[in-house]
């Protein structure tokens, strides 16, 4: 079965730095893996996915991250950080096989400062 | 397209009672999954439906139940109703719940037990 740690409870940056959230998975072969925000009141929205190919992926809100099978881990980036993205962000890991659900990380909370 | 959609937004409970919360998927989708959130436990997965069968189930009590209809809408029931069940209830519906397919969430209802 596959599972997802987010080493990070709460993360606080400046307005304009640049901002990386950890994720690393199991998986014993290459995982879907997903980014997700929750801004308050409010389910979760998709920032970005991975299934294959190029292992760096672009997702919305200037959001990128990059899958590196080599650490097991698809960390979240974004070179300079808004107010706006003071949120909750999940990671994902899906599974090849079956029809397995989605497992999430515990999420990490960003709080954005001026 | 419209989105998920779940009702009510807000519940307000008292211990012993049960509840109904419902699920509206993307139109097309057939998977629909249910979540629990609470600050300490971060997402739980509840289960998945397809076509009308729960296909996974996650690790609650069976005071936690659900279904879905024929035009793919969820329901999902809590019974006997204890404080620990308060939480933020969450849906998600995708194409067919395999592990490549991104899960879209609706906004939850928010069930307090007093």
């Known amino acids: 079965a596959q599972s997802v740690t987010q080493p990070d409870i709460h993360i606080t940056v400046s307005e304009g730095a640049s901002l990386e959230l950890r994720c690393n998975y199991s998986?014993?072969?290459?995982?879907?893996l997903f980014w997700y925000v929750q801004s308050p009141g409010q389910g979760l929205q998709l920032l970005l996915k991975?299934?294959?190919?190029?292992?760096l992926v672009q997702g919305i809100k200037g959001f990128e991250a990059e899958f590196k099978r080599s650490q097991s881990s698809f960390n979240l980036r974004k070179p300079s950080v808004h107010w706006s993205d003071a949120a909750e962000y999940f990671c994902?890991?899906?599974?090849?096989?079956?029809?397995?659900?989605?497992?999430f990380g515990k999420g990490t909370r960003l709080s954005v400062i001026a | 397209k419209a989105g998920v959609t779940q009702t009510p937004r807000y519940l307000i409970k008292t211990r012993g009672q049960q509840v109904t919360l419902s699920c509206s998927p993307i139109?097309?989708?057939?998977?629909v999954s249910w979540y629990q959130q609470t600050p300490g436990q971060g997402l739980q997965f509840l289960f998945e439906?397809?076509?009308?069968?729960?296909?996974n189930k996650g690790n609650f009590p069976g005071r936690f139940s659900g279904r879905q209809f024929s035009n793919s809408r969820s329901e999902m029931n809590v019974s006997t109703l204890e404080l620990g069940d308060s939480a933020l209830y969450l849906c998600?519906?995708?194409?067919?719940?395999?592990?490549?397919?991104?899960?879209?969430f609706g906004d939850g209802t928010r069930l307090s037990i007093l």
């Open positions: 998600a519906s995708s194409l067919a719940g395999d592990g490549n397919q991104p899960q879209h």
């Open positions: 998986y014993g072969a290459t995982p879907y």
């Open positions: 991975y299934f294959s190919g190029d292992t």
């Open positions: 994902a890991v899906g599974a090849h096989s079956g029809n397995t659900p989605l497992v």
């Open positions: 139109s097309g989708h057939r998977s």
């Open positions: 439906y397809f076509s009308e069968t729960q296909r």
